[in-house]
């Protein structure tokens, strides 16, 4: 087992975990959302990121494709929170454009993890 395999592989999984969390409730009550962890589940995205970018495997370019999508979604979400939140109330509309743009980050991390799986099953011992 190698450990760099199973760090990379803890990151993937925990950026789509932390942005299940942040999803998960009603869209529009953003009581329901907290906002530090969008900021975590943003910070280990990018750290995915990163780390994608030595992957030379088959799914390599695909996968940092996908995390480059949801570093994007992440990043506009958190945007749209910090403009949004200039006023003292979300609206239900600028909150659920706000997990909605988070719950598009979701779709792509659920394809990392997925491609991610599929890339370990290949693997040759």
Same mark, same amino acid.
């Given at each position: ?6 760090? !990379?592989a803890f990151?993937?999984? $925990?950026?789509? +975990?932390?942005? %299940?969390?942040?999803?998960?409730? =009603?869209?529009?009550? /953003? ?16 750290v995915a990121?990163?780390?994608? !970018?030595?992957?030379?495997?088959? $799914?390599?370019? +695909?996968?940092? %494709?996908?995390?480059?999508?949801? =570093?994007?979604?992440? /990043? ?11 006023a003292d ?37």
């Amino acid at each position: 087992m190698s450990t760099e395999r199973v760090l !990379f592989a803890f990151v993937i999984v $925990l950026a789509l +975990t932390l942005n %299940a969390g942040f999803i998960t409730g =009603d869209m529009a009550d /953003i009581r329901h959302h907290n906002v530090y962890e969008l900021f975590a589940a943003l910070v280990v995205s990018l750290v995915a990121t990163v780390m994608k !970018f030595g992957d030379r495997s088959p $799914l390599g370019s +695909t996968m940092l %494709a996908t995390s480059l999508v949801a =570093d994007l979604q992440l /990043i506009a979400a958190a945007v749209a929170w910090g403009i949004y939140g200039q006023a003292d109330v979300l609206t239900a509309h600028q909150s659920v454009t706000v997990v909605s743009l988070a719950v598009g980050a979701g779709v792509a991390n659920v394809v990392s993890v997925v491609m991610l799986i599929i890339e370990m099953a290949n693997l040759r011992r």
